[in-house]
């Protein structure tokens, strides 16, 4: 167990699916060869498959007894691999600029991240879809750390970050348990050195004060990081005081630490496209198997303090103001420092 948690929070009322926290978590490190498939975030639109290819449906994580359940290991069809093109063909061809073929993809992969974007479920005048990021959620009780046989992977006392800690360990282990049991599918093997390779929480930066690349870089406002501790700030607020942060797939057993605002959707409209009916757009059911039975109390929260907002004269919520987020250091935590103003690490 460790010392302090550090947390995640993500407003999926905000999220625009955008990309960008997942450009810029590439850009910074799993962008060298052998990790072509290595997204350790991702956005999804949801009802969706997800990335891995249901990774939802794979398997892993604890039992009612609190012991490790090994699923499947995602294969590079899940992954759906990389596009090749005939690069060497047309630049190294030894033709002309008039002779040389287009540059054309050779082979395509049949899955990959946000294969089915914006696809969502539902049928018209009702459909519906929101987009859900993901990144390691640096467990409570992590699978993956229990489940390796070399002691490659820790989570660290200081800040419960999970982390391969040991990859020249990591490289000597035959076997992917690690990728078996966790359930959301968030480690991944390292296409040249053999070792497995996850999403740290950015250690290197937040050991120097610097927020995740993905939280500074979220032009929506949408994810808040700080400990689960600090009674005065954004994340304790929203998942211990109001409770409408919740974890993904809690039946997993791991106690993951990154939370989620879930989605307010209207409601839906009849069949001549009118409102009327008492029902929301995004089926409550669907949100439960996602979130859990606590969905249903954090919509009503949420519900309740936004029509505080639209009465006349409106009423204060501080629930909302912390969704606002008008002061963007809100969402750093104690990450406050300036990456400009030192010199990087990566």
């Given amino acids: 167990m460790a010392g302090r948690q550090l947390a995640f929070v993500i407003d999926l009322n905000k999220c625009v699916g955008c990309q960008t926290c997942v450009v810029a978590c590439k850009v910074d490190w799993t962008n060298d060869k ?17 990335y ?23 294969d590079l069809d899940d992954y759906g691999g990389s ?6 063909e047309v630049f190294l061809g030894g033709r002309s600029a008039t002779e040389r073929p287009p ?24 459909a519906y879809f929101f987009y859900l990021p993901r990144l390691c959620n640096h467990c409570t009780w992590p699978s993956c750390v229990a489940a390796c046989p070399r002691q490659a992977i820790v989570k660290r006392p200081e800040d419960g970050v999970v982390e391969v800690s040991d990859p020249r360990a990591c490289e000597t282990c035959a076997d992917t348990p690690c990728m078996a049991a966790c359930p959301y599918k968030e480690i991944f093997h ?19 004060g610097v927020a995740p690349a993905c939280v500074r870089m979220c032009p929506a406002r949408c994810i808040w990081v700080g400990f689960l501790d600090d009674e005065e700030g954004p994340v304790h607020q929203l998942v211990e005081r109001w409770k409408v942060a919740l974890p993904l797939r809690p039946d997993f057993g791991n106690r993951p630490n990154v939370y989620y605002v879930p989605p307010i959707s209207p409601p839906r409209l009849g069949p001549d496209g009118r409102p009327g009916l008492d029902e929301p757009r995004i089926p409550t059911e669907y949100l439960r198997s996602l979130f859990g039975p606590e969905v249903d109390a954090a919509l009503a929260t949420l519900r309740a303090e936004m029509a505080k907002r639209r009465r006349r004269p ?16 809100e969402l750093l935590g104690p ?6 103003a030192r010199e990087p690490t990566r």
């Fill in 103 to 126: 540059l054309a993809p050779v082979s395509r992969p049949t899955w990959g991240p946000n294969w089915d974007e914006e696809i969502g479920a539902g049928e018209w005048p009702n």
């Fill in 52 to 74: 891995p290819r249901d990774w939802s449906e794979m398997g892993g994580g604890h039992d009612a007894e609190g012991g490790i359940v090994l699923g499947k290991v995602p």
């Fill in 34 to 50: 052998g990790m072509d498939e290595h997204w350790w975030m991702t956005v999804s639109t949801m009802p969706g498959r997800g």
């Fill in 314 to 329: 409106k009423e204060p919520s501080a629930l909302m103001d912390l969704l606002i987020a008008k002061r963007w250091p």
């Fill in 83 to 88: 596009w090749e093109f005939n690069f060497e």
């Fill in 190 to 208: 390292h296409g040249t050195t053999g070792h497995a390779t996850k999403c740290h929480a950015c250690a290197p930066r937040i050991d120097v």
């Fill in 335 to 340: 990450f406050q420092e300036d990456p400009t």
